[in-house]
Structures are given as C-alpha cells and as structure tokens.
C-alpha cells in the first residue's frame, strides 16, 4: 500500500488549507486511517483519525475535519482558522486499529502504511 499525501502549503494565521491523502494497492476500508504532524526536535503528534466517525486532539478539536472516501480511498483533513502552533510536516496514516479500544488510533507506531510527509506553514 502506498499513500500519497497532498495539499500542504504556507498560509497566514486564520486561513483555511485542505490536505489529501490517495491510497494505493489496496483497500484500507476496514481500518482507522489519520493524520499525524511532525516539528523538527519533537515526537509525530496525533492530529485526527477515523473508522467510521472521527476522532480529534484536542488542538484542533473544533477547527479541523477528517473525512475519508472508501470507495476511491482517500482521506481529507480540511483545516480552518489555522495558527501558528499548526506550523508542520502532516503525514497520513493507513492500515490502523480496527476499532478504538484503549486509544490505540492515537499512537503512530501501530499504523503500517505512511504517506511521505506535507509542510503546512502558518504565518503570524
């Protein structure tokens, strides 16, 4: 499986950007999939997942949106009211947990598949 993701750029602090993530190889409908960001010097920081609803951190709860399209295999993170601290690389992530016990869709290491990495850069 390899993912694709896409959509990153520099804005300035209250826009909006909409980034992407194509999935090939095969389907990953029945796993979670997310967004994980990433600032040089700290750990990849869980951002949003979803199965079949959504899941948010705390940051971004509110601003965000993640959505997915099983049937072209794609996932969407719309992000609105961006702010500085949101100034990182965003990867997505597929072949998560199937379901949500204990959290385990916040923990990076048990997704297999990775995209490569976007930059989303927030200006003051």
């Known amino acids: 499986v390899q993912l694709q993701a896409s959509g990153g750029g520099l804005v300035q602090a209250g826009d909006s950007l909409r980034l992407s993530c194509a999935a090939s190889?095969?389907?990953?409908?029945?796993?979670?999939m997310a967004w994980f960001r990433q600032v040089p010097g700290k750990e990849r920081e869980f951002v949003a997942a979803i199965s079949t609803i959504p899941y948010y951190a705390d940051s971004v709860k509110g601003r965000f949106t993640i959505s997915r399209d099983n049937a072209k295999v794609t996932m969407d993170l719309q992000m609105r009211t961006l702010r500085p601290e949101d100034t990182a690389v965003y990867y997505c992530?597929?072949?998560?947990?199937?379901?949500?016990?204990?959290?385990?869709?916040?923990?990076?290491?048990?997704?297999?598949?990775w995209g490569q990495g976007t930059q989303v850069t927030v200006s003051s």
């Open positions: 992530a597929g072949g998560g947990p199937s379901n949500s016990w204990s959290n385990r869709y916040r923990n990076p290491g048990v997704y297999s598949y």
């Open positions: 190889g095969r389907t990953l409908s029945s796993s979670f």
